[in-house]
């Protein structure tokens, strides 16, 4: 954004631009107004990658206006998270977008295709149990939406833990690792204690009773006596798998 | 005490005791009335072991009155928990134990010696860390009050597992493990998963921030995904050490 | 495992075993990979139990997949848990389990029935009221499912003291009592103050108002002032029934 | 009140009171202002007893200003609650109060004596050990100061329930019971279910660890399944007094 | 209990019972066990009272049953609370309780009619709002069951002081108040205030937001700086209606 | 009131009102009692605004009541709020209110039409996303309904900053701001930086995991570091707009 | 700062700046930085008031280099707040502040005096204690400091509530009431329904036990029933005090 | 850890150990065991980084003793972490690290001096005030002990935007990005908005009243809406700094 106000002003100086249009400039440019929604078409530039949709809380119908309007910008890979079956069976038919795949189990749909891996290496992505699957395979299809190769290991909990131990070599050649658990989230120190990254956790609202939705997963993870681990929200399989993404990129700016 | 109560109608039945007597045996025999505290001789009989003074919020005067009265009602051992320095040097001073023991860390003080080991096999005692030894130490030192064989194992945290493993054998070997820790309190579910024992969990108050006293080690084991793990309340040892050695003692009655 | 990785290395060193297959055996024995679980035969072993299936989050087609496998594996008895009726008919009738019962109360279903008595002596399950009996009897069942005798206590609530002391001898004969209350969870502390065995409290999510879902019986059960009492998670009659096996058989190892 | 505004309104339509007058007495009678606090002299007409002044927070001089006034304005006995010793000493000191006496396990200081019983029968105060002496006995002197015969049964907790059921005569006569209790609170089910008149259940902040300074025994008490029960702050031994002693004098209006 | 302890032994002394039929009698007599659930036919001499059924959680067969046991053991008056309208619609037509009506608002049932008024004076039902109509009707409803006169003031929210303070005579002149309100829960302070008598705030868990279900009227109702308040559980209008009945009949023993 | 309160009195003075119309005229004046509720039709005299009807928990009968009473009273506008569709056909079906219209998002109705717009200048209701909509629409339709100007910038999340910026000459042009946003509730302490004005700041119930329902936002907002910011309850639009309209007309009384 | 950018890019425009200039000026030019703190000159500009140090974990040095260097930038006036006395007496011994005074209720330093009243009429500060009084003093000097008349009504909590009504004239007449209480909160409630202008909540963390260190008085401050109620922070009186300010300024742009 | 197990199993298979022999080395080579105590002398080689030693709850002795044993084991540097001022004078005293250094802000000691920088690029440690320093100077000299160049941006509070905005240069082209930040917690938003690169957020626990100690702030940034943000534990500065290295050499490996 810097370089861009330097630009400016610079046509500023010489001419270019009145202060007026500067002005106007400086305020309408990054974003194109739907009334319910601002997208944001210099977002890809200015982090990278392409604009997400959060598909919890609008209708298919915004979805569609959103997701089209991105196209014609020339956005090539649309991600839609928290999209359930329903919305997604009425994108496709109404959206007309031919290469479009749904993945159930995470709840979200891809626009554009994967793009080819780009990253250092490979992204983990454990799981403590099988209900943690629609999570892991959230952070995991955005992590490979972003361009990143993912090595999945799922049911790996502690309480079994030459489970966990047999995959030491996906887990020690990892670039990142996304370790996934409800209950008593004790996955993510066990994995920081094994791996040589970073290790980004993410609590699970899976369980019961003192479970609490998830927040005794999020209080176990962020007490990790491991050093190297840090931790998304509640079921932010998003969250995680896009962070991931960012450190897998690192050092190729 | 059904027992007693079907001795007593016997009594009251072949006139060997008046019905008011009775009634006052019914009432008053379980327990000596110290007016600030009632002392219950009988426990011994009834649960097995002898009395036990919570030291916290009594002064040493009320410390040495009770644990006198015991001593002249034939009590053989005592222990006193929670109990600080100053309170035991007093004590110590004032009440003629020749044979009590102050343990500075455990914050306990025992009279009348450690008996011999009486139970099935051995109490395995872990900590994740070096802070949560004055929790280990009272469990430790009230099970080996209470007739048991105790075996340490410190600072064996999750995050460098190989210290845990390096310890499989004791673990393995175990009747009862109790798991100890603070922060994400994910010791207790690594050592459900390995031991063949029941294991019981003490969430400790160490740690910071999002720790909250222990609430995050409480919640992390009462989730535990391993069966067989149980847990006290925060900080507890001697309530860990007593039901230990309530299940070393299983099965002898 | 302490033994299976020496054989391990003795065949190492006889050459029964190339070090590539030894380095195989250390990662995948003990579990088979179904995609989406992991299935651990070598339990039994280890822990002394059959496997036991949590049927929460699982479909009935999965579920259907681990138990054949593990019939197939020579597993002879297989305990689902937490599984819904629709569910339960469904399995019965595709994995023509012949001999499998459902419990509809306990929410369980038992494939190659209950085992002979092997524990010490006998399991007390009480609870405080009836609206508990779906926690009780999953404990219940599952104690029996690991070989255990039972004794059901029900609606012995601590409002009513009578109820609870006219059950006296059953109490003090018990190997261990599991104590299942709602609301304010004082049944715990009453049976762990008659009682000379442990106690292992269950928490219900029974109540309304500031019952808060079972917190307040939870809180009532780690403070309890009787000492022998241990917790388990709100509503966990499995884990409550698993450790009460593990104790009735103490000693017998 | 309404019977002053009554009053109030006759002497105006008889020319006794001019508006504003009368608009004054409306606003300012009640109370006599003294800057930081304003003294309610009319309080015991309308409440039925003396005022109490709560020390916490207020300085030595500032009580003896407020008690001054009110033995000046004709007030007979004072109860000041909350006090340190430290400022009790001072008041006493200074004040030249030549009949109050300081009660150090209650904090509290009672300037006037004790009047004579005026209730209907007696209230029971019981505790379930003995770190609740001090809300106790705050709960036992303002039923005292406020007219009510006082019983203490102290240290009967439900773990030890002998201890508790040998007072079931003094429990089933009270006109009021008030249970207080800390750690998991169950002194209060206890003796809702034994007693036949109403109970104030009082929880303590003793305990340690999730006893959460009261908030279990707080939860527990507002959940007790014994009809009855009713609730006041975590160690408001004087707001229990206070009510238990409206309770026995119900039905002298 | 304590005189039947008495009569119980006399009789044993007398030879009128056998040690073993005493031992029976202790144990047996004070309640019905139907398998589900214990029914105290006692109850009534004891607490003074008719039986009450806790309807959540019980099918409308097992509520029958109850009720049938008690009807036939010689109980004039039942009452069954938290019954939703379709179990109230099956019992009214399977029971044949002719006289049974039904309160859709308050969701209870009464069999066999409201008894005569016999408390010392009225019981005024306040409420904050119409929203905690249900729960207001629910004590109103109860304390009628029970034998007091009820004067109902519903929505006399603070927020609008005008309405409470209009209501100030039937306030002055209750013996008990019972406040019921959601949201901030000022009612009680204001009543507790005005009132002479005590007052039983009862939370709602009417609200949305910060309400959180109840929490911040129960938090506000323990903290009333009124003298005089005491608190139950959130929305138990039985629980208070129960208390105030009790208190209605103080002095009358 | 103060004022009605002296021309009573004046009244009374002069034979004008006996004592007992005075004291009839102090009870019932302000409110219309019907039954399960209370209008207020002095309201709009002491607030300065027209009643407002909060819908949830009244039929749509109880509504239509309160509603025609209010027209009958003379109310020329009237605004019901937390009305969802169903009620508000059958309301617009039976009522005949001609002109009333209802707004879906925001779930409200306002009968009566819209005032002239009478503030210092304008509100601006702002929201960080798009699912805030309701809760702003309820605040920025209250808002109008009491005669301001309402400026909405819907979707100016501080995550994307710029979004935020380009709208400055409207944020500090403003009168008051409202602030409205769930999840992390940066958008107060940002507005709370940029305006001149106090900034009303509403968190919403919008998210998942670990903002709890609006608490996470609560608390951002109550911690703002800007100086200027107050709060209203989670997802409470109408407080917001209502205090912003007082806020909007400050200086004008 | 909408203004200033314009006049920047005019003078970009016609050459007056650098493109550079323009930079660093945008960059630049709105604080100044001393290492540990960055001082705000413009804001007397931008928001209409002076600086304030908010002195809690600044050192007495760090304080007098902020004040000083903002003394010598031209500010008249500054306020220091959250100051202890040895703080403040450090401050004033080697500040040479001549005009400063320290007020130790409120725990805050004034340098440069008050200035005369601008507002539109008078702010009320009332609190429902006397332990209220260090917030009530912080919100009524900072109040005063931004050139507010303020009225302080202390004690007149509701509780007692003819001590509220005696003070309705001030209450009606103010443009803005501050509410100040802890415990339960109720003042904000009864102010907001008595008052006609908006009404600024602070909750207190006055109290004991269940009033949580303010949590209890902030939730029934938030669910206030009245409208016209917003909350600050626990303790905030500065920000009351500000925000009463803006608004008591209202229309004044 | 791998590489160890294959190369050890291949001297078995080669005769180079015995199987006793590879049965130590597999349990006993990772750690020295100093009782209280147990050193990690391989971390580095698996860990990529030196030791270190948290020093709360440790004495100053246990600490040289650890300390020493790593120096002895050939360990360059060695930070301590949560020392305080009277512990680091002790160890400097006592254990003749000639160059050891203490920051009494950060409360750490760094033995061996700072490695030269080896990251990709650089950490930007930013704060929201001045009182986060601590925290903020844990993290960056934890970053620097690691080998990482670090910017440090204090006091850029989002209420101030343009103090953060006038730093837009650095953070856009920092490697990774730290936002320490108390009360709203609002910073980890706005610059996870603007930065290209993984930014980790640090609640700290500045603040009073509902900022709970840091609660506020971590669930704040545990819900920030910008992507890429990841959180520690309340005042986990080191727990930043070591995962900011982590990615700071990613793609090194």
Same mark, same amino acid.
Do not use: W
């Given at each position: 954004?810097?370089?861009?106000?330097?630009?400016?002003?610079?046509?500023?100086?010489?001419?270019?631009?009145?202060?007026?249009?500067?002005?106007?400039?400086?305020?309408?440019?990054?974003?194109?107004?739907? +009334?319910? $929604? !601002?997208?944001?078409?210099?977002?890809?530039?200015?982090?990278?990658?392409?604009?997400?949709?959060?598909?919890?809380?609008?209708?298919?119908?915004?979805?569609?206006?959103?997701?089209?309007?991105?196209?014609?910008?020339?956005?090539?890979?649309?991600?839609?998270?928290?999209?359930?079956?329903?919305?997604?069976?009425?994108?496709? !038919?109404?959206?007309?977008?031919?290469?479009?795949?749904?993945?159930?189990?995470?709840?979200?749909?891809?626009?554009?295709?994967?793009?080819?891996?780009s990253g250092n290496?490979?992204?983990?992505?454990?799981?403590?149990?099988?209900?943690?699957?629609?999570?892991?395979?959230?952070?995991?299809?955005? $992590?490979?939406?972003?361009?990143n190769?993912?090595?999945?290991?799922?049911?790996?909990?502690?309480?079994?833990?030459?489970?966990?131990?047999?995959?030491?070599?996906?887990?020690?050649? $990892?670039?990142?690792?996304?370790?996934?658990?409800?209950?008593?989230?004790?996955?993510?120190?066990?994995?920081?204690?094994?791996?040589?990254?970073?290790?980004?956790?993410?609590?699970?609202?899976?369980?019961?009773?003192?479970?609490? +939705?998830?927040?005794?997963?999020?209080?176990?993870?962020?007490?990790?006596?491991?050093?190297?681990?840090?931790?998304?929200?509640?079921?932010?399989?998003?969250?995680?798998?896009?962070?991931?993404?960012?450190?897998n990129h690192?050092? !190729?700016?």
């Open positions: 954004m810097n370089h861009e106000i330097r630009t400016l002003l610079e046509q500023v100086q010489t001419g270019g631009l009145t202060v007026d249009e500067a002005m106007l400039a400086l305020k309408m440019e990054p974003y194109e107004d739907l +009334g319910f $929604a !601002k997208i944001d078409h210099h977002r890809k530039i200015r982090n990278g990658v392409g604009e997400v949709i959060y598909g919890a809380g609008k209708t298919a119908e915004q979805i569609i206006t959103i997701a089209s309007h991105m196209v014609a910008a020339g956005q090539e890979r649309i991600l839609i998270t928290r999209l359930d079956e329903t919305k997604a069976e009425a994108i496709r !038919k109404q959206a007309g977008f031919a290469d479009a795949f749904y993945d159930a189990t995470a709840q979200l749909m891809v626009v554009g295709g994967m793009p080819p891996h290496g490979t992204i983990v992505v454990a799981t403590g149990g099988t209900s943690d699957l629609p999570v892991a395979e959230e952070a995991a299809l955005t $992590a490979e939406f972003l361009g190769q993912v090595v999945r290991l799922y049911d790996v909990g502690v309480a079994g833990l030459h489970r966990t131990l047999s995959h030491l070599p996906e887990i020690m050649e $990892a670039e990142v690792v996304i370790a996934i658990a409800g209950m008593e989230g004790a996955l993510a120190s066990v994995l920081g204690g094994l791996a040589e990254c970073p290790v980004i956790a993410v609590p699970t609202s899976v369980g019961y009773g003192a479970s609490f +939705g998830g927040i005794s997963a999020l209080l176990s993870m962020l007490n990790s006596c491991a050093s190297g681990v840090s931790v998304v929200n509640i079921d932010n399989g998003f969250g995680a798998g896009y962070q991931a993404s960012l450190i690192a050092g !190729k700016k």
